[in-house]
Nanobody
């Protein structure tokens, strides 16, 4: 059974940093794009960042560009989200996701077929 398990969430003050991890088990996601989404309280799930199989093909939402960095360690079947200069509006449950096919590369939730259970990130002001 394919599983994605996030870790690294927590409570941090505004201006601080956190690093999220997402470990895949069950199969390797070699050749698949991976992404991070988040769901703020009372709002819909929104795109944060994706990274293609080629590490150069990453893309960020405007709200996190310049503050967050997505990366992957294919040998460990793990992706990361380094979050710096955190703001209260970054408070959300963060989810990692794997593309439905090797051709998947985009920002829509429907493009991703495997999801983790989420990890809570809370940024206090």
């Amino acid at each position: 059974q394919v599983q994605l398990v996030e870790s690294g969430g927590g409570l941090v003050q505004a201006g601080g940093s956190l690093k999220l991890s997402c470990a895949a088990s069950g199969r390797a996601f070699t050749g698949y794009a991976m992404a991070w989404f988040r769901q703020p309280p009372g709002k819909e799930r929104e795109f944060v960042a994706f990274i293609g199989w080629n590490p150069g093909s990453s893309y960020y939402s405007d709200s996190v560009k310049g503050r967050f960095t997505i990366s992957r360690d294919s040998a460990k079947n793990t992706i990361y989200l380094q979050m710096n200069i955190l703001k209260p509006e970054d408070t959300a449950v963060y989810y990692c996701a794997a593309g439905r096919s090797p051709q998947t590369l985009g920002t829509g939730t429907s493009l991703y077929g495997t999801w983790g259970q989420g990890t809570q990130v809370t940024v206090s002001s």
